[in-house]
């Protein structure tokens, strides 16, 4: 067994997760899958083999007839769950949102789903809950009436939250993670700004349940800094979660390996994740390309997870006084240039 990786000095929980769906058969919407798929739990021993320490999953992954088995089947790899989340967008009923759909009957079973995942999250050991946005929004206006359907968020979580504290009391926490857009033309609680706003709006005795779980590529894909998006999480006491990826410009969601298109910024997240003591899980996003054999498929989890455990300790290098001194002297590209000399290790 490989050895795992870990974060020298981190704060709180050790280790680094990705999700089963990271290791997919490589299908895209041009074409079918290019690699045989591999049975959902025959990919936890692949997960643990490439350094992972918490696998996470959807219900559609795992249904709660499995939850027996993938705990066991965890537990023989040395896998733990570090997040659970229901799908509100594979299956077609969902095919116009779940909390957000216009009708009754459908937003009803997405309340059922996402209670169940609850109580599944929580035989598995998993202490977040992860609602994607998935099909929340429209691709056409006026299709969904936009008021009616915050609404149908706000009473959506309130009562999985209110559900979530009298079941497991303050054991399972739930984060929210936005996405601008993809699948739908528009989403709803497409950035972070959005989330917290939700949040905000929610019966106040839940509103400690709730959080963010911030994505390095949805922030990109909306045109977002993701350091300051991170930071806003940060500022608010919400960063739950965060799933770490990298993306090219404004473009389709690509999940490619984390510390790939801007290392750079991803060291400047590191200093601020160091200097905030942040506790929470780290885990990648990520998805094996379509153009890797099925004998390298965890290539990708292993480039992020080296170039993360490099980066860090890069950033654990970066002498905070020469920002602070550089910030005094008003010299912001020359800030620029000290983090690149710490990245190029000069
Ligand atoms: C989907 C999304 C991903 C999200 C996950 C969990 O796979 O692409 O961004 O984190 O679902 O809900
Ligand atoms: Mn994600």
């Not at 789903?113 to 609850?118: S, V």
């Not at 410009?249 to 942040?278: N, S």
């Not at 860090?312 to 000399?341: F, P, S």
């Amino acid at each position: 067994m490989k050895t795992t990786f870990n974060l020298p000095q981190k704060a709180g929980r050790n280790g680094l997760g990705a999700g089963v769906w990271n290791l997919g058969p490589g299908n895209d919407p041009f074409g079918g899958p290019t690699r045989e798929a591999i049975p959902i739990l025959d990919r936890l021993p692949i997960l643990a083999q490439a350094g992972m320490t918490y696998y996470e999953a959807h219900d559609v992954e795992i249904p709660a007839s499995q939850v027996g088995a993938a705990r066991k089947r965890a537990e023989e790899v040395g896998l733990q769950c570090g997040m659970y989340t229901p799908s509100f967008f594979a299956d077609p009923i969902f095919k116009d949102g779940a909390m957000t759909s216009n009708d009754l009957a459908i937003r009803k079973l997405s309340l059922k789903n996402a209670l169940a995942a609850i109580d599944s999250a929580a035989v598995l050991g998993a202490s977040t809950v992860v609602f994607w946005n998935g099909r929340e929004g429209f691709d056409f206006v006026l299709t969904k009436n936009g008021q009616e359907a915050f609404k149908r968020l706000v009473e959506g979580f309130n009562l999985v939250g209110q559900y979530a504290r009298e079941r497991h009391g303050t054991s399972i926490r739930i984060a929210l993670e936005p996405k601008p857009n993809e699948p739908r033309a528009n989403m709803y609680l497409a950035t972070v700004g959005e989330v917290l706003y939700l949040i905000s709006r929610l019966d106040p005795s839940h509103q400690a349940l709730f959080g963010v779980n911030p994505e390095t590529a949805h922030s990109r894909i909306a045109g977002l800094d993701y350091l300051w998006d991170v930071e806003m999480c940060l500022e608010a006491g919400k960063l739950f979660h965060i799933h770490l990826n990298s993306q090219d410009g404004q473009r389709y969601d690509q999940d490619l390996p984390f510390g790939y298109t801007e290392p750079l910024k991803d060291l400047a997240l590191l200093v601020v994740l160091q200097d905030a003591g942040y506790e929470n899980i780290l885990a990648f996003d990520i998805k094996a390309p379509r153009t890797d054999e099925p004998k390298h498929i965890a290539d990708i989890i292993e480039v992020s997870a080296q170039n993360l455990v490099w980066l860090w300790e890069r950033a654990l290098a970066v002498d905070r006084a020469v920002i602070h001194q550089l910030r005094e002297e008003k010299r912001n590209t020359a800030l620029a240039g000290y983090l690149g000399k710490c990245l190029y290790g000069r």
